[in-house]
Structure formats: C-alpha cells, structure tokens
C-alpha cells in the first residue's frame, strides 16, 4: 500500500463547476498535511497547508480528518487557470525522518 | 529573494557515463531533498538531508546513484555509468521548519535525457 494515495483522475470539468480532490494517508503518526499544484513541466508549488480544524483560501477549502486518514481539497467556481495535477503531502514527523511524503498526483482538466 | 536553483536546467549524456547534479537551496534552509519524476508520472523520493543527521538514502534506485551536501548548502546528485532509464526530470527541493509545519520550495529541476 502507497503511503499517500490519491485519485489519479484525470478529472475533467468545465468552467464554473465546483470538484473535490481525496487522498488517504496510511501513516497515523502523520503530523502535517499540505496541497501542491504542479503544472505541466513545470515545478510542484506549494497550494496550501492543511489544519486539523480546516482552512480556506478563497475558491479553495481543505479538510483533515485525522481518524480517518483523510485529506480532501475542494476548490469552487473552478477557472481554466486551475487546470493542473494537485498532489497530496504528508509529513511523518522528524522524529521519524522528517520527509515529506507525495502521492502521485491527480490530474484536473477545466474546460470552457 | 533567490529561490532553489538547479544546475544544469537540462543535460543530453550518452549511456554509460557519468553527471553531476547541482542544486542551491535557499539560504537558511535545513532540510533539502532529491526527488526523480519521469514523464507523465509522480515524484518518486530520492534522498533527504536534514541539518547534519545522516541523509536519508532509501530512495535511491541503485548504488550507481549517489548525493552529497557540503557545508549544509549546496548539494550534488550524481549518477554513475548512466542509463536511458535514467532519463527523468531530477527535482531539488529545500526546507524549512516553523511553528512545527514545513514548507518545501522546490527548484526548476534538471531535464536529464541518457541516449
């Protein structure tokens, strides 16, 4: 079992609709939880951290669930712009290595 | 400020020899990684060094592959006797901690292609 899982999509969706990204954890020592978009050829950049309580940043509102392993991030009114693949990061904690872990990845498509 | 740089951005090698892999984290930055990702897939870890802990190696695919930190900044990634499997976007990334969360700011990557 990968240690961070998520739908490798892709998804397609038209402007305006409304999608949601799940991802999955194994590890229950995980301690910290982010989104990254990477677009194509490009770098992974850092979208969002994820808080136990749940964040929002504009069109774009993450979810923990801790006793379920679950991360989720839904983003609203979605543009042509945030056609990217949005990865799901998980940090075990340093005091068992520190890395961040990625999941693979998946792949939204915004169409007009 | 300066982000993560990568040098070379891309690097053409014949199979059999050998590259070296920069990268220059950002200042200040403890943490720095080595990720892999080959066309159309997901970052696949490498190695991970952490302040002046022992980095950890268990991404590396094989003992042809190799990576050193010196001075807790620059890091070189170095693949012996090259394959054409070996052709992959290589990925820096450095770190920091705050408030107990990190945020990892990755560089552009080296486009390695082995013929």
């Known amino acids: 079992r990968k240690e961070v899982e998520q739908d490798p999509g892709p998804f397609n969706v038209p402007e305006g609709a409304t999608v949601a990204f799940n991802c999955t954890y194994s590890n229950s020592a995980s301690q910290s939880f982010f989104w990254y978009r990477q677009d194509c050829r490009k770098e992974p950049k850092l979208l969002m951290s994820?808080?136990?309580s749940g964040n929002e940043d504009g069109r774009f509102t993450a979810q923990l669930n801790r006793a379920s392993q679950y991360i989720s991030l839904l983003i609203r009114d979605s543009k042509l712009s945030d056609s990217a693949t949005y990865l799901c990061?998980?940090?075990?904690?340093?005091?068992?290595?520190?890395?961040?872990?990625f999941g693979q990845g998946t792949e939204l498509s915004v169409k007009p | 400020g300066a982000g993560v740089s990568q040098s070379p951005r891309y690097k053409v090698t014949k199979r059999g020899q050998d590259v070296a892999l920069r990268c220059d984290p950002i200042?200040?930055?403890?943490?720095l990684y080595w990720y892999r990702q080959s066309l159309g897939q997901g970052l696949e870890f490498l190695i991970y060094?952490?302040?002046?802990?022992?980095?950890?190696k268990s991404g590396l695919p094989s003992d042809r592959f190799s990576a050193e930190r010196t001075g807790g900044s620059v890091s070189t990634l170095t693949i012996q006797r090259t394959q054409q499997e070996d052709s992959a976007v290589y990925l820096c990334?450095?770190?920091?901690?705050?408030?107990?969360?990190?945020?990892?700011?990755f560089g552009p990557g080296t486009r390695l292609l082995v013929l």
């Open positions: 990061v998980v940090n075990v904690g340093y005091n068992q290595g520190g890395k961040l872990i």
């Open positions: 990334a450095s770190s920091y901690q705050r408030g107990g969360q990190e945020t990892q700011y």
């Open positions: 200042s200040g930055h403890t943490a």
């Open positions: 060094f952490q302040g002046n802990s022992a980095p950890d």
């Open positions: 994820v808080y136990s």
